[in-house]
């Protein structure tokens, strides 16, 4: 599986190969441009303008986001991780995020296409997608949104012991969604007339979307994919449930590989209902294996192609997700 | 058929940002004329202007302008707006409030929207001037919901979350008073329980400034003489902007919410002179015809009109025109009645804006119990003649107010208020 996704033209151009002369006018078109933003941020903005040093990008981008944030909401931006989500955390619509992308446009002197922007869910995203882009590097491949059909397709676990209905994977993470419907059958018993849902379960949920990430988002060496047969739960610290989870709730979980060292992989992991934290799990370690890929089966990636692409078949050597987009 | 009331008011205009000081600006016929700065030039003809105060829009930039404290905008609602945008937002809240209206009220299928302004040449140029230079990926996102004609109800109805009805209308000088005409069908019709009427306009150079192409700004560089609608020495209009809010409720509303309205609208009219693309019909034919439909709609015989708040603009030839129309309407009524006035001698024209600022002016009178009288007016134009036109304002109560509106094209409109 190729680890970045294929580009629209243009992108990963490296900029700027060699910084152009920042004449005084230019200072003072970009102190315009950056008025609303914090007096740092102009400051990065001019550094990396006569320097091209990407170490300042950062602290621009941040900048800029937060130029664009409703006051309320800026303190989470003070010490935001790179899991801060733009629309749900920071309530940034897509015509901000439009804002936001040409006054970076303005200030790193870059160009950046529609297209490159559907994939930016986190602040940690958008950093590391300008940070590619100034660099020259290939993008990271861009979160996937996996429904259930695919989840069943893919995952060695089956229902009645499935416990996802909705997953997205990307390289550096993965989320998921579990409704409780009330039907599970451990429900009758767990606990009598007092359906919860047991706290071993919901960390098998957690488990379930690692398993996913492993077969879909991890990185593999190459002609290898990671065996569904091959993995298996090993060990967890640092489990503590917050609340507890009944019928009707909504589970959104979310996992992160912390290590990554065959034939062990360790994540922390975390559920919420709402904005209420339900279960973290500081660390849970799995095994795996890889296996070759054309022994392996691959719905995986076809999954994603529409069914009939333009000359019917697609080349048995196409990347997948170049397949999925020229579909 | 259901009954319509007008139950809120709110005002951002040249005679005062709120009720309280534009009735007072209307009674005692004070002025909002200034020498507008950005006017202050050779090449610029035009001197005066009826300004917006405690409102700076200058800027092309939303985050530059200043406006009272008291009204709350997030930069999330203020980027998307033209300065009427702002200007209505504004007004919209004062008639919320005016009329004790709940957020349940407000956002439900029942209660829709219809707007008029003539949209943002000030910002459409701006952001037109930016695509030439810098091309169109460094556009605004937001810059055509800001600027095209449409602007104001685009982000009245998302700012305000209405479900109901929801248009814009664009008649020129007419459109505010078309958009009063068909929210009150909506309600007498049961498509609607309550609607927000809004007119609005810039007033800014990009708004005005082009009238006087046509010739048809007052080129008077005194305040207190520029708009005299009627006089002999009139010279052409003063222009304005600002917004005006009026929400109109069924009867079942009304009663529901226990509220006390400032007037019934019984019905409206409307007619075309089919003559001349901006030039009025010389009779007034379209006008009268409107006056004569909305009368009829409304089940009132023309001696019953105690006041008809006139389209009257201060040029030479739309006065003359709409005052032979009210002649023929009134030809066969009780002498020196209606007794007729036209609120641009203090406000100069609002063009979309003026058909619901001027309905707002006339119910605002009928529950204060006064008629504004004409400001300015000094000698009669022999062609205006046979008018009721008192100089100063009556001390008195009227009964039925009508309201005319007269856009390019030939489009007139006729709206008939009644006390409550």
Redesign the interface.
Known sequence: MPEAASHSPGTGKPFPSTPKAFAPEDEAALRESLK?CSPSTFESAVQFRKTGNPEHVPAIVIGVIER?V?PDLRVKLKDADDDLRLIEDL?I?S??M??IV?LV??VLQM?INNDELRNLRTVGDVKTFIDCKIRGLPLPRPTKFIPIEHIGAVMPVQPPFLFLNEASVSSTAANGKYRISGQEFFLQGHFKDNPVMPASIMLEALGQLAVLYLLEGAPTEPGKVVSAQTIFFTGCEGVRAHRVCRPGDILTLSIKPKRMKMPLATFEGAIRVGQEKAVIVEEITLTYAFVDAVNAPVPINGAYAAPEGENGAMPADAPPLRAAINA | MARVFITGLGFVTSIGNDATTVSRHLRELRHGFELFPPFQKPDIPCKVVGTIKDFSTDSPDP?DWTFPSRYKI???LL?SMAPNGLFAHCAALQAIEDAQLKEADISNPETGLYAASGGSPFLLHHHHQRLQKLGV??C???GIVASIVGTLNFNLVAAFKILGASCGFSSACASSAHALGYAFDDIVLGRQQRMFVIGAEDGNVDAILPFAGMRTLSLQTDPNLASRPFDTARDGFVGTGGATVLIMESEAEVARRGVKPYAEMLGWGQASDGYNVAISHPEGSGSAAAMVHALRASGVRPEEVDYVNAHATSTLIGDVSEARALRSVFRDSVPDRPVVSSTKALTGHGLSLAGAMESAFSVLALREGFIPGNAHLVNVDPECQGLNLPRTTQERQAGIVLKNSSGFGGANVALVFKRA
Do not use: V
Request: proline share 4%; no cysteine.
């Open positions: 609303r664009f409703e309530g619509d015509l901000t439009m804002e040409i446009e303005d160009s | 985050e997030k930069r999330e980027r990926m460094r605004s996102p937001l």
